[in-house]
């Protein structure tokens, strides 16, 4: 072959090497749809915001749309309408009844551990309440988050305390609802949720008087997620995989600088900072082997006070190749 047509030839190997690399390395069609992701204004979320603000999406080539909603069921709804691909922290239970009903429509790819360090949960009451243990509840309204898991936790804690839960009445209160019943007389106690207890002691009148339910119950808790839809996974592969690490990778920051992400927390809660300060954060790991371990242990204890009808093997729900 001579020199002359070699070099043509050459040059469009390497021309056509190039044009592979970029269309199955690079994937540049993938940016052209953004990363759809709910949040809730909540340290919880944090991450979602700081992997924006910080330039980890855009680091890794991610076109990211951030959806603001007002609460987590409306963020897992959304999850499951198709229109959010990514939730970047919820509850686990809504996620495992759902693997129980529909398997495979998501995958966890995070787990957010609370421990007696980092609990977002604890039991409040007023500070010149008669109230000064849990043995004290008897007898008396105690309000708490909607729902049944709420009512099961705290319920199956008083019975492992061997306090009649029979005797106690549970009230469910939205959380704009909360404090101001408990103010008014119209619960004795509150079991809450963050941000509600550390914006409540931060007023003044109140006093914790129980700490975490659920560490009580479980030490640690992998009570909350990070999910995925796997039809977003799978027809997006590189680019789910890009916005996964960019979540971490915020949550990584979250861990390793606490102090600064407060300071981000002001912002994206719309909450002063001796409030921001004080908020338990709750950091979402990539799932390993130990955190399916913690995972199925959750299910368990959800079996055993009556929030989940059986216990199911947890590794398919993160399982990545399902």
Known sequence: ????????ILSLVIVAALILVYLLVLRPGETDRPVRIAYQP????????????????????????????????????????????????????????LELQNPGAVRVFGIGYMREGNAID?????????IESLADLAGKKVGLFPGTTATNLLRALLQREGIDASGVTLVSLPPPAQVGSLV??????????????TIALAKGG?????????????DPCAMGVGVISRRFE????????????????????????????????????KIPPPIANQVNLIVVEAVDDDSTQDLQKFVELLKEIGELPKVF???GLVSPGR
């Open 122 to 130: 604890s039991i409040v009451v007023r500070q010149d309440a008669p």
């Open 184 to 197: 008014s007389g119209a619960i004795d106690a509150l079991f809450s949720y963050e941000p509600i207890t």
């Open 234 to 269: 799978k027809e997006h592969p590189g680019l789910a995989k890009r916005a996964k690490e960019a979540l971490l990778a915020a949550s990584q920051f979250v861990s390793d600088q606490p102090g600064e992400a407060r300071k981000i927390l002001t912002e994206f809660a």
């Open 1 to 8: 072959m001579s020199k002359k047509i070699f070099i043509p």
């Open 42 to 97: 909540m340290a919880t979320d944090l991450p979602a915001y700081l992997a924006k603000e910080k330039g980890m999406f855009a680091d890794r080539n991610v076109q990211v749309e951030l959806i603001e909603m007002s609460s987590g069921n409306d963020m897992f709804n959304a999850l499951l309408a198709g229109q959010v691909d990514i939730l970047p922290s919820m509850s686990a239970v809504p996620v495992l009844h």
């Open 313 to 315: 093997d947890v590794k």
């Open 206 to 218: 109140f006093r914790t008087v129980y700490g975490s339910v659920y560490v009580a119950l479980i």
